[in-house]
């Protein structure tokens, strides 16, 4: 069923708010989304009636509790079409399961004279941990180019894999660029040589079906705070395979199965990755997320968001002197701009002054800035409860800031 907007936009409240005198029109979805009303109510339900520890207790609530966070991995298990819940560890965030995976991954696997490649469309969060995992065991951190168009370079991906390789690790969705990777074909030409592959998917799981049973990769990382549900609260999926060999990244209850003073034996999976208490508020809004989401589809998400970008790109080109920055075939909905040569700091301003807000900077993706030689661009990210009304709103303020920079 197509999206029906006002009723989409009735769930979520900070959408009616105004700032500036003027309505809010919130474009930085890549940032972090907007939260419904049932991700809202799913928390303050969790803490009026289960607020529980979990798996430790025997007694009533605690049992309610650990029935609800279980049944919330079996939901997002569902969700990304993992094998089994296993393989869903749940994390702070998607920049928690990037630096787990590099660093338990990095401490068993990495030795001097390895290689792990990248991107260079890589967000600080895919790239730091490797550079320093790299650094600490005298690997090397080889990174792919991208085309003219923000495009991945695969030619050249492909040409840095050799014997070397220990593991691939590269985004879904460039939050800067907007690029969709061809994943199932780069995962497939990895594992023919031997090479694993991570996925960053902070950017890719909220706008369109991810199933990482078909794509074969090796670990997929996301946050729920882009995916309409808390901060705060992340998942790392991992081939079993893989979670099994891994070593522990942090210590301390629940990951353990038997402590003595002599030595100490790890949980199963997924628990030998959750150590301490878990962010159980999270998880249950995380679950609210993944629940609105079915609801609404993710078909019928990607096809609204497509249409909004179209509008946006259209919009804006008809502007001059616009400079795009991530204009590959396959995109996710957000626009990268600069306006002529005007800051983008000082465009991001008056924008905001217009109440449209974008983002402005190097997004934590300096290599990539870098690459192009600017000081950053300005980013507008839209989501499924954006309107195309606002996408004109958008393209007016970008007139009025090049008018009032003439
Ligand atoms: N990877 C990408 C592509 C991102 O866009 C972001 C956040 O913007 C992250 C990783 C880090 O996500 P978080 O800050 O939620 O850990």
Redesign the pocket.
Known sequence: MPIDIQKVRADFPILSHTVYKRPLIYFDN???TQKPLQVIKAISDYYENDNCNIHRGVHYLSMKATEAFEEARKEIREFINAPSTHEVVFT???????NLVAASFGKKFLKPGDEVVTTIM?????FVPWQIICEEKGAVLRVANILADGDLDTRHLYSLISEKTKIIAL?????VLGTINPLKEIIAHAHRMGVPVLV?????VAHAKVDVSDLDCDFY??????MYGP?GI?VLYGKEKWLEELPPYQSGGEMVKDVRIERTTFNELPFKFEAGTPNVEGVTGLRAAVQYLKNIGMEEISLYEDRLLKRAVEGLSSISDMRFYGTAPEKASLVSFLIGDIHPFDAGTIIDKMGIAVRTGH???QPLIDHFGIPGTVRASFAFYNTADEIDRLTEAVSRVKRMFA
């Open positions: 890549a940032a972090t702070k965030g998607a920049s928690e399961s990037l890589e967000h600080h969060s895919n985004t879904h969705v460039s939050n960053d998917g902070a950017q890719g990382c996301f946050s729920g705070h882009k901060m992340g997004h934590c993706a």
